[in-house]
Nanobody, 123 residues
């Protein structure tokens, strides 16, 4: 089992920035690829970004490319999502998730999920 806990969400004005963190505990963190997904009210959960187990590969959704950056630090077992140039349409609950080794953009590939952190962007 891997337990995930997100933090760093909040209310920010359009154009602002936030950094989300996801702390992992349980099994060895370094063997897991990590992903960030988000879900807005009335919408399906969508892929945001992912990073491979060693940080060698990353992927971002087209809607956030150039604005959001994913990174990880295996020593404390934390994955980060830097959100810049935020837009009102980025408002959602952001979830981190874990799967073995390699990145995926499909939420069904991820085994473990956090509880989510709310990001609200005002116009």
């Amino acid at each position: 089992q891997v337990q995930l806990a997100e933090s760093g969400g909040g209310l920010v004005q359009a154009g602002g920035s936030l950094r989300l963190s996801c702390a992992a505990s349980g099994r060895t963190f370094s063997g897991y690829a990590m992903g960030w997904f988000r879900q807005a009210p009335g919408k399906e959960r969508e892929f945001v970004a992912a990073i491979s187990w060693n940080g060698g590969s990353t992927s971002c959704a087209d809607s956030v490319k150039g604005r959001f950056t994913i990174a990880r630090d295996n020593a404390p077992g934390t994955v980060y999502l830097q959100l810049n140039s935020l837009k009102p349409e980025d408002t959602a609950v952001y979830y981190c998730a874990a799967r073995l080794w390699y990145i995926s953009m499909d939420a069904t590939d991820f085994l473990f999920w956090g509880q989510g952190t709310q990001v609200t962007v005002s116009s």
